[in-house]
C-alpha cells in the first residue's frame, strides 16, 4: 500500500512536470495542445477511495493552473473528470474485481477497452476545458475542430506512455 | 441524528464533489477577467430578474397611493404647461411696396385637431377672428395645399381639408399648364383625384400638380401633388387621374392661413355679371 502511495506521488511528480514544462509549450499546427496530465486520473488504481480521486484530481488541475496561470480551469475541468471516473470505471471493468488493485492501462483492460475507455474520459475533459475557455458558442466549429485534435493527439499520447512504462511490468 | 449521519456519508462525495467544483469556479471567476465577468453577470441578472418578479408583485399593493399622487401632480403640471394657455399673439407678415402691391398675407397657425380617416375632415386651428381669420381663407403648409376655413370663433378657426367631398379647389398640371379640379373621393387619404382634364392632353406620371390661382382662395403654384397614375375615361373623354398628395396630412402640425386682400374685390366683379 505505501509502495503505491509513493508510485503514485511519484507519477504525479514526472506527469505534472512533463505537462507544464514540455506540453504546456507545445502548439501542434495551431490547435493541438495535447493534456497528458488527465492520465493521472485516469490511470490510478481502481481501488483507490473516490473522495482521494477527487482530490488529486483537484490538486493536479490546480498544479497545472498554477503554471498555466489561469487559475481554476484545470481545476475545475479534472474535478468533474474525477467525478464521473468511477462510472466509467464501472462500465469498462464489467466482470473484473475493481476492488482489487486495478490499474487502468493497456496491459490490464487490452488495447480494445483501454482506448475508448480513454477517448471519452479526454473527449469529455477537452470538451469542457476549451468551452470554458472560450466561454461562448461562438466560433462554436473552430472550438470543436480544437477540441477533436487535442483529443487525438492526447490519446495518443497517452497511449505512447502507457507502452513505454507499462508493457515491460506485464512481462 | 444517526440518520444525518448516514445521509451525509452517503452523499459526502458528491457533497465533496460539489466543493471542490465550487472551489475551482470561484477561483476561476476571481483570477480570469473574462469568464469572471460572465459568472458574475450571471448572477446578477439571475438576482435582477427575482428582484423584478417580486417587485411586479410588491409594486400592486401601492398601487392606489401612488396613482393619487400621480395624479395630483399631473393635474400640478398640466396648469403650468404651455398647451392651457392660449397665446394672444398676432404676429402677421406684411409689406407696402409702391410698384408691387401685396396680394396674399400668411397667419400662422397650429393644428390643435384633425381628422383623416372620415368622409369629410377637418382640422382645428389655433387662430381665429381677433388673429385675423375669416371664413373662405385658404389654408397651406410648407408642404402643399391644405384646405379652405369655413367656420371660425373668436380663437379658433375650422379648416375644411382637401379630404372632403365639398372641397374642390382649382388645380394645373405644372407641365402642361392644362387646369382640371382636385376632388377626393374617401379611402386613401394619400391619394387624391383629379377630374376634369381633356384626355387629348398628354400627361406623365411623376407630372406636379399645382393650385391654379383661378379660384380666389388659393394663392397660384401651391403644390398639391404628383401623379401617380392615369387612365382615359372613354365615355366623358376625360382623363380619372391618380395624385399623390405632397402633404402627409396625418402628420400636419403648421399650417399657414392665406388671406388674400383682394378677394372682396374679386368677388364684387362676379357678383355683378351675376346680378345682371
Request: aromatic share 16%.
Given at each position: 500500500?505505501?509502495?503505491d502511495?509513493?508510485?503514485?506521488?511519484?507519477?504525479f511528480?514526472?506527469?505534472a512536470a512533463f505537462?507544464?514544462?514540455?506540453l504546456?509549450?507545445?502548439?501542434?499546427?495551431?490547435?493541438?495542445?495535447?493534456?497528458?496530465?488527465?492520465?493521472?486520473?485516469?490511470?490510478?488504481p481502481?481501488?483507490?477511495?473516490?473522495?482521494?480521486?477527487?482530490?488529486?484530481?483537484?490538486?493536479?488541475?490546480?498544479?497545472?493552473d498554477?503554471?498555466?496561470?489561469?487559475?481554476g480551469?484545470?481545476?475545475?475541468?479534472?474535478?468533474?473528470?474525477?467525478?464521473?471516473?468511477?462510472i466509467?470505471?464501472?462500465?469498462?471493468?464489467?466482470?473484473?474485481?475493481?476492488?482489487?488493485?486495478?490499474?487502468?492501462?493497456?496491459?490490464?483492460?487490452?488495447?480494445?477497452t483501454?482506448?475508448?475507455?480513454?477517448?471519452?474520459?479526454?473527449?469529455?475533459?477537452?470538451?469542457?476545458?476549451?468551452?470554458?475557455?472560450?466561454f461562448?458558442?461562438?466560433?462554436?466549429?473552430?472550438?470543436?475542430?480544437?477540441?477533436v485534435?487535442?483529443?487525438?493527439?492526447?490519446?495518443?499520447?497517452?497511449?505512447?506512455c502507457?507502452?513505454?512504462?507499462?508493457?515491460?511490468?506485464?512481462? | 441524528?444517526?440518520?444525518?449521519i448516514r445521509?451525509?456519508?452517503?452523499?459526502?462525495?458528491?457533497f465533496?464533489?460539489?466543493?471542490?467544483?465550487?472551489?475551482?469556479?470561484?477561483?476561476?471567476?476571481?483570477?480570469?477577467?473574462?469568464?469572471?465577468?460572465?459568472i458574475?453577470?450571471?448572477a446578477?441578472?439571475?438576482?435582477g430578474?427575482?428582484?423584478?418578479?417580486?417587485?411586479?408583485?410588491?409594486?400592486?399593493?401601492?398601487?392606489?397611493?401612488?396613482?393619487?399622487?400621480?395624479?395630483k401632480?399631473?393635474?400640478i403640471?398640466?396648469?403650468?404647461?404651455?398647451?392651457?394657455?392660449v397665446?394672444?399673439?398676432?404676429?402677421?407678415?406684411?409689406?407696402?411696396?409702391?410698384?408691387?402691391?401685396?396680394?396674399?398675407?400668411?397667419?400662422?397657425?397650429?393644428?390643435?385637431?384633425?381628422?383623416?380617416?372620415?368622409?369629410?375632415?377637418y382640422?382645428?386651428?389655433?387662430?381665429?377672428?381677433?388673429?385675423?381669420?375669416?371664413?373662405?381663407?385658404?389654408?397651406?403648409?410648407?408642404?402643399?395645399?391644405?384646405?379652405v376655413?369655413?367656420?371660425?370663433?373668436?380663437?379658433?378657426?375650422?379648416?375644411?381639408?382637401?379630404?372632403?367631398?365639398?372641397?374642390?379647389?382649382?388645380?394645373?398640371?405644372?407641365?402642361?399648364?392644362?387646369?382640371?379640379?382636385l376632388?377626393?373621393?374617401?379611402?386613401?387619404?394619400?391619394?387624391g383625384?383629379?377630374?376634369?382634364i381633356?384626355?387629348?392632353?398628354?400627361?406623365k406620371?411623376?407630372?406636379?400638380?399645382?393650385?391654379?390661382?383661378?379660384?380666389?382662395?388659393?394663392?397660384?403654384?401651391?403644390?398639391?401633388?404628383?401623379?401617380k397614375?392615369?387612365?382615359?375615361?372613354?365615355?366623358?373623354?376625360?382623363?380619372?387621374?391618380?395624385?399623390?398628395?405632397?402633404?402627409?396630412y396625418?402628420?400636419?402640425?403648421?399650417?399657414y392661413?392665406?388671406?388674400n386682400?383682394?378677394?372682396?374685390?374679386?368677388?364684387?366683379?362676379?357678383k355683378?355679371?351675376?346680378?345682371?
Amino acid at each position: 500500500m505505501n509502495k503505491d502511495i509513493f508510485l503514485g506521488f511519484l507519477h504525479f511528480i514526472f506527469i505534472a512536470a512533463f505537462q507544464i514544462f514540455i506540453l504546456n509549450g507545445l502548439q501542434l499546427f495551431g490547435y493541438c495542445n495535447p493534456m497528458l496530465y488527465i492520465w493521472f486520473i485516469l490511470m490510478l488504481p481502481t481501488n483507490t477511495p473516490k473522495w482521494a480521486v477527487l482530490l488529486l484530481s483537484f490538486a493536479m488541475g490546480f498544479v497545472v493552473d498554477i503554471f498555466a496561470g489561469q487559475m481554476g480551469f484545470h481545476a475545475a475541468v479534472a474535478t468533474f473528470i474525477g467525478f464521473i471516473r468511477p462510472i466509467f470505471i464501472k462500465v469498462f471493468f464489467a466482470g473484473k474485481d475493481i476492488e482489487t488493485n486495478l490499474r487502468p492501462s493497456i496491459a490490464e483492460m487490452g488495447i480494445m477497452t483501454f482506448l475508448p475507455y480513454i477517448t471519452l474520459l479526454v473527449f469529455v475533459h477537452h470538451f469542457l476545458y476549451f468551452t470554458l475557455e472560450i466561454f461562448s458558442l461562438s466560433e462554436f466549429f473552430m472550438t470543436l475542430l480544437r477540441i477533436v485534435c487535442s483529443t487525438i493527439s492526447t490519446v495518443l499520447l497517452i497511449i505512447i506512455c502507457d507502452y513505454l512504462f507499462f508493457k515491460t511490468k506485464k512481462s | 441524528m444517526h440518520n444525518l449521519i448516514r445521509f451525509l456519508k452517503r452523499y459526502f462525495y458528491i457533497f465533496l464533489f460539489l466543493f471542490i467544483e465550487g472551489y475551482a469556479i470561484y477561483l476561476m471567476s476571481q483570477n480570469s477577467y473574462y469568464q469572471g465577468s460572465a459568472i458574475n453577470s450571471f448572477a446578477n441578472e439571475l438576482a435582477g430578474n427575482i428582484n423584478t418578479y417580486t417587485y411586479n408583485v410588491s409594486h400592486y399593493f401601492t398601487l392606489a397611493s401612488s396613482n393619487d399622487a400621480l395624479v395630483k401632480e399631473n393635474a400640478i403640471l398640466r396648469a403650468k404647461i404651455e398647451n392651457s394657455y392660449v397665446k394672444y399673439e398676432n404676429k402677421t407678415f406684411q409689406y407696402n411696396d409702391t410698384i408691387y402691391k401685396q396680394q396674399f398675407e400668411y397667419i400662422d397657425a397650429k393644428v390643435i385637431q384633425k381628422t383623416i380617416n372620415k368622409r369629410n375632415n377637418y382640422f382645428m386651428l389655433n387662430k381665429g377672428r381677433i388673429h385675423g381669420v375669416t371664413n373662405n381663407m385658404a389654408v397651406i403648409c410648407p408642404n402643399g395645399i391644405v384646405g379652405v376655413v369655413v367656420n371660425v370663433s373668436n380663437n379658433f378657426s375650422l379648416v375644411m381639408s382637401v379630404l372632403h367631398q365639398d372641397s374642390k379647389p382649382n388645380i394645373k398640371d405644372l407641365r402642361t399648364k392644362i387646369s382640371g379640379t382636385l376632388v377626393w373621393d374617401g379611402g386613401n387619404y394619400s391619394i387624391g383625384k383629379l377630374v376634369d382634364i381633356p384626355s387629348s392632353i398628354p400627361l406623365k406620371i411623376g407630372d406636379s400638380i399645382v393650385t391654379s390661382g383661378f379660384s380666389q382662395d388659393f394663392p397660384e403654384g401651391i403644390m398639391v401633388g404628383k401623379i401617380k397614375s392615369f387612365k382615359k375615361d372613354k365615355g366623358t373623354g376625360f382623363y380619372v387621374v391618380d395624385v399623390k398628395f405632397s402633404t402627409d396630412y396625418n402628420k400636419l402640425e403648421y399650417v399657414y392661413v392665406v388671406k388674400n386682400f383682394f378677394k372682396e374685390e374679386q368677388k364684387q366683379l362676379t357678383k355683378d355679371i351675376k346680378n345682371e
